[in-house]
């Protein structure tokens, strides 16, 4: 039951999934695997206080479960409660055997990014990427942190290996060519900027893209 329920959420169906996994809880209440999956499909059905319930059933099921206490804080973030949500992330990082030990270094980076605390961020950020290189994600932070330093050129680098890591991600090339228009390097914000108009153009991002290209002109 539990491996259709997985099933289900992997084509984007949580309402079976949610079956699949509150049948399986019946004959394993305590199986604090099985609490995370019913967290995640409540999730994706936007039913957060039942994700969190299950989350924190998960960890007293099973205190050292890293995993939960991340995607605790994930849900503490979304809800505004920054303290918290950092609160969770380190705890998830005090097993020594976590196997994914970058993801909670990227919360935490993104948690003291949403308070300014850039030098908090960075080393949150620059961690997450020691351990997973092509973090693209990561490096978007990190540039975004670093310009919160007015550290341009760490910024830049930061935004350019994200590019190179995601070509296709609009994001990284949109702060990359508003950075570059920042630094005084009009010329080479034409190529992100295209790319984002190219990538997305009917978003957001492109119009905003966009409206710089105009103004390069």
Do not use: C, W
Not at 72 to 82: A, C, N, S
Not at 106 to 113: C, T
Not at 150 to 157: G, M
Not at 201 to 206: C, F, G, H, K
């Amino acid at each position: 039951m539990r491996d259709r329920g997985e099933r289900f959420l992997q084509v984007d169906q949580p309402t079976m999934a949610l079956k699949e996994f509150l049948a399986a809880l019946e004959l394993n209440p305590n199986d604090p695997y099985l609490h995370y999956d019913l967290a995640y499909a409540y999730d994706q059905k936007g039913i957060l206080d039942k994700a969190e319930f299950h989350l924190k059933k998960a960890i007293r099921l099973k205190p050292d479960y890293s995993d939960a206490y991340n995607y605790l804080g994930v849900l503490y973030f979304r809800k505004g409660e920054v303290d918290l949500a950092i609160e969770q992330y380190n705890k998830a990082l005090e097993n020594i055997v976590y196997l994914s030990p970058q993801n909670a270094h990227f919360n935490l980076g993104v948690a003291y990014l949403s308070r300014k605390e850039y030098n908090l961020a960075i080393k949150h950020l620059e961690e997450a990427v020691s351990i997973v290189p092509n973090y693209a994600a990561a490096y978007v932070n990190l540039g975004r942190a670093y310009e919160g330093l007015h550290k341009y050129r760490e910024a830049r680098r930061s935004y350019e290996k994200a590019v190179e890591f995601a070509p296709n991600a609009p994001e990284a090339q949109l702060h990359l060519g508003k950075l570059l228009i920042l630094m005084g390097d009009r010329r080479a914000a034409v190529k992100p900027l295209s790319e984002v108009v190219r990538l997305e153009p009917d978003s957001d991002m492109a119009r905003e893209a966009q409206s710089y290209l105009n103004l390069l002109k």
